[in-house]
Nanobody
């Protein structure tokens, strides 16, 4: 059974940094695009950043220049380096990946979510 396991959330002061990690476990054929979403209370879930299997990236406008997404295909892991954090970045962050398990047609997988709180 394929799972996405996240780590790295927590409480940080404004201006601080955090790095989120998300590793895929289980038997699989291939991992395509990976990404990070977030959802704050009362808000819809939004795409923060994504990265293709070839390394092309895409960012939410409000995090450009502050967040960096990367991946290590050998470790089946995607990272989100967050810097210059603001209170409005406070949310539950979810890892997402398109993963081919039994055939080369991918399914959508989600992590359990990790809380990021930016507060003094």
């Amino acid at each position: 059974q394929v799972q996405l396991v996240e780590s790295g959330g927590g409480l940080v002061q404004p201006g601080g940094s955090l790095r989120l990690s998300c590793a895929a476990s289980g038997s699989l054929l291939s991992i395509y695009a990976m990404g990070w979403y977030r959802q704050a209370p009362g808000n819809q879930r939004e795409l923060v950043a994504s990265i293709t299997s070839g390394g092309a990236t895409n960012y939410l406008d409000s995090v450009k220049g502050r967040f960096t997404i990367s991946r290590d295909n050998a470790k089946r892991t995607v990272y989100l380096q967050m810097s210059s954090l603001k209170p409005e970045d406070t949310a539950v962050y979810y890892c997402n990946a398109d993963i081919a398990v039994e055939t080369m047609i991918p399914d959508d997988y989600w992590g359990q979510g990790t809380q990021v709180t930016v507060s003094s």
